[in-house]
């Protein structure tokens, strides 16, 4: 008599989380897709069904949306190719057992990512300034280097951000691989080492095939943080993005399009060729990594 | 006691409830929720309902939130999105930022004002130029804070010291003469700094502006392009430069880089809340004129205080900014805490407008705004005025560097912005 009601306990316990999650997420990201295919502008207006226009004027017709797309990937592949790998030697140095004073260190390297992006964009903004800033005044001056014009010179402003973002993620991600580096039992490393290795041999066959998974999970999240890279670009260069747009993200150009322009249907648009882009360059990121591979 | 007089005693007393709290109060509870960005209008506003407290409804209540600028227009509209969720009785929406509530020719969620104006007679009252800002196919949403008349600040220590008086300007070329002279002898002082708004404001003092009053884009027009280029020349030969932006902006104040700056009434108090340290060492005088006998001011900004639709209190909140914005009393306190000059005439001429300004070593500001007051230019609304904006911040580091001219950015982003009005018609 109870076996129906065995099975629909755990429907039940998922249910309250579930009916959040369809009314908070899925019933609006649904609807948010429908909008895509409508032409809506301004409040009150009333929607046109228009098709894949939108995504094809994204495309063909819009100039500021390939800027995003470019500045975005800009970063992203900073990302990817600096801060992911300085997390790692980060995570190296801090899992070496010579260090003193390791959970310090740890905290240390961890605290900027806690801070508020808008706080980390507005301080920025003052070392980056032109003539007052920090960096050019202090660092730059008394080795005889010319000011850089972080800021203001478009060819700055996506570098300026990346600086921006090793500050702030490469402790986390150092974290992650930390965990990863501990899970690597030593009988392995030491086996190698009674074997001959060298310490780069014993990195490069040992260590970082061990690392595969958190390898790729610390990849797909900076895929994922690089795309939706929002409030830091904002305060440090402004909504526009700064000279030329340099600094303008795919979310900032979402922003602008659906919350100042008031033109949501085509921001929504944005927003799903942005998903669409992630989940492509995550999958591709998999496969490179070969995560789904089980050995 | 028997049933009936229970009875009665009950009915009495519930009766007595009811009525009750009318007998206690002769006005009944208004509790107004307003937005502003600006934390001089918020002083301002809490006064006023005060002041209002005093003198209309002792129950009246006024919660005044201070939101960030784009935040508060940008929350506002998504609360207008979702038919009035979370937002407020009454708000401060900034000219720039007002257009965009016009966009897709919807509702913007706003109460037209035209009856409450037509009925006190405030349209001749108020200076309709500065009204033209709010106004949209002939209804108006919004009250105008401020005249913003734009004058000349400067440093009278460094000008007079070097021997120039920029009260006896009265050309462009004058300015650019004695600048010459300054500049020759103080390298790395800035006379000029061209900031994102100058151009603006100098096209309007021309009577051109980047849309016409029919709200064609005019950005691409001879007046603009020449207007850039004038400045161009002038920093070449050293006399205007862009200035930083944000907190280094008083940096630059502070250490004398920048010794004058075109700026409207609001920005005085700007100067007293940044750089206090530089009391008594400014004057302000006005807009030399392009010609001899051309206009000697112009206008920068501007902020309306709007009702919104959604509101349930909306007469409520039309009586207080009836009281407070369209009073002389509440215009002249507003310029005594803000110096923000008035768009209402008959607040104009008051005796309180006219006190000595420390900071302005001791110059009568009302005076001079008053004085040059009457010349205001027009400023055209446009929907698409916001999204120009975006645009031409994004290609000013380009002219002022050089990379590209003005008339190559100028016709770029007028073929944009008509695309844009094509595209959404």
Avoid: C
Wanted: aromatic share 12%; proline share 5%.
């Amino acid at each position: 008599m109870f076996g129906w009601r065995r099975k629909l306990a755990p429907y039940l316990f998922i249910s309250p989380f579930f009916i959040g999650y369809a009314f908070f997420f899925l019933i609006p990201v649904i609807q948010s897709l429908r909008l895509s295919f409508y032409h809506q502008v301004g409040l009150g207006a009333e929607p046109r069904f228009v098709g894949l226009d939108n995504y094809i004027r994204l495309f063909t017709n819009d100039a500021l949306f390939i800027k995003s797309l470019t500045n975005t990937t800009y970063y992203a592949l900073g990302s990817i190719f600096i801060i992911v790998p300085l997390a790692l030697g980060l995570a190296l140095i801090l899992h070496s057992p010579n260090l003193r004073l390791r959970e310090f260190f740890r905290l240390f390297y961890f605290t900027p990512n806690i801070t508020a992006g808008v706080v980390v964009g507005i301080i920025f903004g003052l070392v980056f300034e032109e003539q007052y800033g920090l960096i050019n005044n202090l660092l730059l001056a008394p080795l005889g280097i010319e000011p850089v014009r972080w800021l203001r010179d478009p060819n700055w402003v996506m570098p300026s951000i990346i600086i921006l973002g090793i500050w702030k993620f490469t402790g986390i991600n150092a974290l992650y691989f930390m965990v990863g580096l501990q899970n690597i039992p030593s009988e392995l490393k030491e086996a190698a080492v009674v074997d001959g290795a060298t310490r780069w041999q014993v990195f490069r066959y040992v260590t970082l095939p061990m690392l595969r998974p958190v390898l790729a999970f610390v990849l797909t999240f900076a895929i994922i943080g690089s795309y939706n890279l929002f409030a830091e670009p904002v305060t440090l260069v402004g909504e526009v993005g700064g000279p030329n747009n340099a600094g303008l993200t795919m979310t900032m150009y979402l922003y602008n399009r659906g919350f100042r322009e008031l033109r949501m249907s085509y921001a929504a648009a944005i927003g799903y060729t942005l998903a669409i882009i992630i989940v492509v360059l995550t999958v591709i990121q998999l496969f490179l990594t070969r995560a789904f591979r089980e050995d | 006691m028997n049933k009936s007089l229970r009875l009665l005693i009950v009915v009495a007393s519930l009766l007595l409830l009811i009525v009750a709290p009318t007998l206690t109060s002769a006005q009944e509870a208004v509790s107004l929720e307003l937005w502003t960005f600006v934390n001089t209008h918020a002083r301002w506003f809490r006064e006023q309902a005060e002041r209002y407290r005093e003198e209309v409804n002792p129950n009246f209540e006024l919660e005044v939130v201070e939101i960030a600028g784009s935040d508060l227009f940008a929350r506002l509209r998504i609360s207008l999105q979702s038919g009035g969720v979370g937002a407020p009785d009454i708000a401060d929406i900034e000219q720039g930022s007002f257009g965009s509530f016009l966009r897709g020719g919807g509702d913007p969620g706003l109460v037209v004002l035209n009856d409450l104006l037509e009925e006190g007679g405030y349209n001749e009252q108020l200076v309709s130029s500065r009204q033209a800002l709010y106004t949209y196919q002939g209804n108006t949403y919004g009250i105008e804070h401020a005249l913003t008349p734009v004058v000349l600040y400067y440093r009278a220590d460094v000008w007079e010291g070097a021997g120039f008086d920029p009260q006896t300007f009265e050309t462009w070329d004058d300015f650019v003469g004695a600048a010459r002279a300054i500049v020759a002898d103080n390298p790395g002082v800035v006379p000029l700094p061209i900031h994102g708004a100058l151009h603006e404001i100098l096209l309007r003092q021309q009577d051109a502006d980047y849309f016409d009053a029919d709200g064609n884009v005019t950005i691409d027009s001879e007046i603009s392009i020449e207007t850039m280029n004038w400045l161009l020349s002038l920093q070449e030969e050293g006399i205007a430069a862009q200035p930083p932006t944000g907190d280094a902006l008083w940096a630059a104040f502070k250490d004398g880089t920048l010794i004058s700056w075109v700026g409207a009434d609001w920005y005085a108090g700007f100067f007293k809340d940044n750089a206090p340290e530089l009391e008594g060492l400014w004057k302000a005088a006005p807009l030399p004129a392009f010609e001899p006998g051309g206009r000697r001011t112009s206008v920068w900004g501007g902020t309306g205080a709007m009702v919104v639709a959604t509101s349930p209190n909306v007469e409520a909140a039309l009586d207080f900014l009836e009281f407070a914005m369209l009073s002389v009393e509440g215009n002249v306190r507003r310029f005594e805490l803000t110096n923000l000059f008035p768009p209402f005439i008959p607040a104009m001429d008051n005796e309180r407008l006219h006190a000595e300004d420390a900071y302005f070593s001791g110059q009568d500001l009302g005076a001079l705004f008053a004085e040059v007051g009457p010349e205001a230019p027009a400023q055209y609304q446009s929907p698409f005025r916001s999204q120009l904006n975006d645009l031409n911040t994004a290609a000013f580091q380009d002219i002022i560097d050089g990379i590209r001219t003005p008339e190559e950015v100028y016709t770029e982003i007028a073929a944009t912005i008509r695309d844009e009005m094509a595209f959404e018609s």
